[in-house]
């Protein structure tokens, strides 16, 4: 059994420096084991890991859709408040554009692309401000974060 000074240092070592919003199509998994891809539910490593947020509900609302849940039937979308730890974070201004479009020029930008540079530069997390992230690709621009490490995230007490 865990003292009470234990469990006083082991909430002490998560400190929230952003506060948003995660929509999923199935809260399930999240509610009962925290954020951690299919890889890690299994015990295995996963360095491709990104745990996403966004400033706005409206933005998480259009991820909380049952129809992609993998067991779409029994599935309880939710959007989630969550708290994220970033003590480095990469931050982007996306200019207003969607996550994924072609420029003036005709060149095609994917927010993807700068995340994984952030991940390669050693950055924990992201930030990033002005881009329009719904599940369609819709809507007016808002701010998304995100964290690789599953233990900088969290759903919000």
């Known amino acids: 059994m865990k003292s009470f000074l234990q469990f006083l240092k082991e909430e002490d070592d998560f400190r929230p420096t952003h506060f948003g919003y995660h929509g999923t199509p199935d809260a399930r998994g999240i509610l009962k084991d925290g954020f951690r891809t299919l890889k890690q539910r299994y015990g295995e490593k996963d360095d491709k890991s990104v745990f996403f947020a966004t400033s706005d509900h409206k933005v998480a609302k259009s991820y909380a859709d049952p129809h992609r849940a993998f067991d779409y039937q029994n599935s309880e979308p939710k959007v989630l408040g969550v708290e994220l730890q970033m003590k480095n974070p990469k931050v982007i201004n996306w200019e207003g554009k969607k996550f994924h479009d072609k420029d003036a020029d005709g060149n095609w930008h994917h927010i993807d692309d ?24 819709k809507g007016k621009p808002s701010t998304i974060m995100g964290v690789f490490d599953h233990k900088n995230i969290r759903v919000k007490k």
């Open 114 to 137: 700068h995340i994984e540079q952030a991940r390669k530069d050693g950055h924990d997390g992201f930030v990033v401000h002005r881009i329009v992230d719904t599940y369609h690709a």
